[in-house]
């Protein structure tokens, strides 16, 4: 007697919305559209770009919530190797967290290189600036690659842990860059004594940089409750899969049956 | 008589395949990590350290440069000409001016007062560029048509 009945659907899937996350969506959603709307109709061109300017409305705010992600990520990292506070959860937002940084990252590089080819005349070139970002993207891509080898969870998660904070390195450099460095990027505009940024172009990149953080944590909530729900997934159809050999043994010693006596196919590993 | 028997390995070996091809995409990751890192390490350390050369960096190395290529920096002067063959105009950093002709089509905020990064290489008494890049900075200035209207009436009454 075989069991390949398939396990009872739940009668409700759980999900990963909940009133927070969906009123953080709706209120990065105006932040969002305010945002659009003020850049593209309410603040003046420049002077010196014309046009182009609108771009600083969507670059630097992206550009800085990557950072904010691979913060994340190197935060919860070092929480996951300090013993008192390892737990899965914090390797969990990790991953969730690299993977919003990466998917910002490459929104800063895909932007700056458009408003680089509109405004320099190039659409890539090897300064530092661009090199550090570039490096930045590759080195996460590497971690989220290193996050899916095998091994035991725990070793994983050690591995990715590490390599982390040390991708995180990277960062400080990058956003020093400028100041290191001869660059064809620009400097500073906002984190300095005296912003060189007035008006409505100064409130509209206040506010983008607002709304993209809102963004940024509502994906992350999101992208963290999936990997928990992966979790549970694993776990539960570990446990289904070792119920259903169990059933089958019970089968086979009553009547055997050549699906029993065949081997058994591996348990999933992640 | 010979029989084919092909079993399933067992239990061990196939635990110490996995392990090896474990150990093996672990491998492979990291040397795509390390092969990433090191190109752009390469490419940013090669360049990062002086991008470019500044107009009187550029004619106090220019025995030592001779020919090879480099990046010029310097911000274009008043009297910029157009022609088929391409534009000419003179750039100036810390007070040393460098004539440059370039064969291309200057980017769209090219114009006098801008500070520009050049690629090209020395070619006897000029610059000759192949790239131009605008190197606008880190200040925003709004353009708005009510700005001069605002200060009119000051600048009338400020004159003598």
Redesign the interface.
């Given at each position: 007697m075989t069991t390949n009945a398939a396990p009872a659907a739940p009668s409700r899937h759980p999900g990963t919305g909940n009133l927070t996350t969906r009123v953080l969506g709706v209120v990065a959603l105006v932040a969002l559209a305010l945002t659009a709307w003020l850049g593209l109709v309410v603040?003046?061109?420049?002077?010196?770009?014309?046009q182009?300017?609108r771009l600083?409305y969507v670059h630097p705010a992206v550009a800085t919530v990557a950072y904010l992600g691979f913060g994340v990520c190197a935060l919860s990292s070092l929480a996951w190797l300090w013993p008192r506070t390892r737990s899965r959860r914090w390797d969990a937002l990790a991953g969730a967290s690299a993977e919003v940084g990466v998917m910002f990252c490459a929104l800063t590089l895909a932007t700056g290189s458009i408003w680089g080819r509109?405004?320099?005349?190039?659409w890539w070139?090897?300064?530092?600036r661009l090199?550090?970002t570039?490096?930045l993207f590759?080195?996460f891509?590497?971690y989220l690659?290193?996050r899916r080898?095998?091994?035991s969870p725990e070793g994983r998660a050690r591995r990715s842990a590490v390599a982390a904070i040390v991708c995180f390195l990277v960062v400080p450099v990058d956003r020093e860059?400028t100041n290191w460095?001869?660059?064809?990027h620009?400097?500073?505009?906002i984190t300095r004594s005296n912003p060189?940024?007035?008006?409505?172009?100064l409130a509209t990149i206040s506010l983008s940089f607002v709304a993209f953080c809102l963004l940024f944590a509502w994906v992350l909530i999101h992208r963290y409750r999936v990997e928990l729900l992966e979790d549970r997934y694993e776990h539960e159809g570990f446990a289904l899969a070792l119920s259903q050999r169990r059933a089958e043994g019970t089968g086979a010693a009553a009547s055997p049956s050549p699906e029993a006596a065949a081997?058994a196919p591996e348990a999933p590993?992640r | 008589m010979a029989v084919d028997t092909i079993s399933?390995p067992s239990q061990p070996l196939r635990s110490r395949r996995?392990w090896l091809?474990?150990r093996r995409?672990?491998v492979v990751?990291?040397l795509?990590?390390l092969a990433?890192?090191g190109f752009?390490?390469f490419?940013?350390l090669s360049?990062?350290?002086?991008?470019?050369k500044t107009a009187d960096q550029a004619v106090a190395d220019k025995a030592r440069l001779g020919t090879s290529q480099f990046r010029l920096?310097g911000t274009v002067e008043p009297g910029i000409r157009h022609d088929p063959s391409g534009t000419e105009f003179d750039v100036i950093a810390n007070n040393v001016s460098v004539h440059v002709i370039d064969s291309q089509q200057?980017?769209?905020?090219?114009k006098v007062g801008?500070p520009v990064?050049l690629e090209g290489h020395w070619q006897g008494s000029y610059y000759s560029a192949f790239?131009?890049?605008?190197?606008?900075?880190?200040?925003?200035?709004?353009?708005?048509p009510d700005r001069l209207k605002s200060q009119l009436p000051t600048t009338a009454t400020s004159a003598p």
């Open positions: 603040s003046p061109p420049d002077v010196v770009q014309g182009l300017v600083i509109a405004s320099w005349g190039v070139t090897w300064d530092a090199t550090l570039a490096l590759a080195v891509i590497g690659g290193l080898t095998g091994g860059a460095w001869q660059t064809l620009q400097g500073n505009t060189t940024i007035h008006g409505w172009q081997p590993v | 399933p996995g091809a474990s995409r672990q990751a990291g795509v990590i990433a890192l752009l390490a490419q940013g360049n990062a350290t002086q991008y470019f920096e200057p980017p769209q905020l090219f801008i990064v790239q131009i890049m605008v190197k606008h900075t880190a200040n925003y200035v709004e353009s708005h």
